[in-house]
């Protein structure tokens, strides 16, 4: 974060995007229940994420492990999950992760499409919450 700060992409609201914060995650079909810590800043109509993923296998673990850090997944915002997932496995693309339910009213939806060999990176269809809980933290600090 301190180098996207540096660039004047900042702040950072810091969450721990777990199975407290949100249901049903799976990747590649299982139940998911590790935790990743999630970074988001909005600069204008982009939206930034850093996730900082545990030991655990999950799709952050790999890519970091077959090509360090760097660009992961591009995501678009969708009106309705189903029709965006079935739409993308419809054109051959399978789920590598999905989750639900992290706003503070129990919406919001993500899935990952495995499209790498595609495009180059992963494809997240976003389904955003009305209200996302507050931080954990925040990065820079107040005052910092």
Known sequence: MANWAALGIAPWQVHDFGPQMVKGMTFRGQAQTEAVQLSLCDIGPLSFELIGPGMAASIYREHLDHHGEGLHHVGYFVDHMEAAIADMIGRGYLVLRRGHG???????????????????????????????????????????
């Open 102 to 144: 992290f706003g503070r009213d129990d919406d919001g939806a993500y899935a990952y499409f495995n499209t790498e060999a595609a495009i180059g990176c992963v494809i997240e269809a976003m389904l955003a919450p009305k209200r996302l809980p507050p931080p954990a933290r925040w990065f820079p600090a107040e005052g910092e």
